[in-house]
């Protein structure tokens, strides 16, 4: 089983619709969790930690499932500028470790 | 606001060239990785550095090294370029690991 893994799409939306990704990870004593976005032929941005309770910025909300082990996305009224490969990310470790677990990205295109 | 720079966007090598990536941030942070980005394998840890001339292997270090002389700069050393070598190569910083910003990336293609 890979440490981090993603469905890679491609999820193909309308503008205005609500889409959501799961990740799902491996390593049961995995500390901390992330999406970053990376637009095609760019470099990969940090979109938003992921908390046990859950997060919320604007549009898109996060949460982390320890028990099944999974990180979901949620994108709600999508734009065209949502457009991208979502990146799922892994912190193994707590402490000083300096190595995350990279997810092979789930792309998404949302269409007018 | 927050940079990362990279010496080439795109590069032509020669199988056996020595072949030097170098990276700059603005932003003194501690951390500083390097990457690579191959289709079907994701983002792959080539060497991280946590501090002037501090370095560790991440996952597939071999026919790699680095350098980190000063804080702000790291680079990637291709001893003896070969065509599996061909990849996008990104370099980050971060004062932790979480948060890490990229540089646009260098598309090295080794012929």
């Known amino acids: 089983r890979k440490e981090v893994e993603q469905d890679p799409g491609p999820f193909n939306v309308p503008e205005g619709a609500t889409v959501a990704f799961n990740c799902t990870y491996s390593n049961s004593a995995s500390q901390s969790f992330f999406w970053y976005r990376q637009d095609c032929r760019k470099e990969p941005k940090l979109l938003m930690s992921v908390y046990s309770s859950g997060n919320e910025d604007g549009r898109f909300t996060a949460q982390l499932n320890r028990a099944s082990q999974y990180i979901s996305l949620l994108i709600r009224d999508s734009k065209l500028s949502d457009s991208a490969t979502y990146l799922c990310v892994v912190n193994p470790n707590a402490g000083n470790n300096r190595k995350l677990i990279w997810g092979l990205g789930t792309s998404l295109a949302v269409n007018p | 606001d927050v940079k990362v720079t990279q010496s080439s966007r795109y590069l032509v090598k020669r199988t056996g060239e020595k072949v030097f990536l170098e990276c700059v941030q603005d932003?003194?942070?501690?951390?500083m990785f390097w990457y690579r980005q191959d289709p079907g394998l994701g983002l792959r840890l080539i060497y991280f550095s946590y501090d002037v001339k501090m370095k560790e292997k991440g996952d597939i270090p071999e026919g790699y090294s680095v350098s980190r002389e000063k804080k702000e700069r790291f680079s990637l050393i291709l001893e003896s370029a070969s065509t599996n070598q061909t990849s996008m190569y990104l370099c980050a910083s971060a004062v932790g690991v979480h948060e890490q910003y990229f540089g646009p990336g260098t598309r090295l293609t080794v012929t």
């Open positions: 932003m003194d942070h501690e951390n």
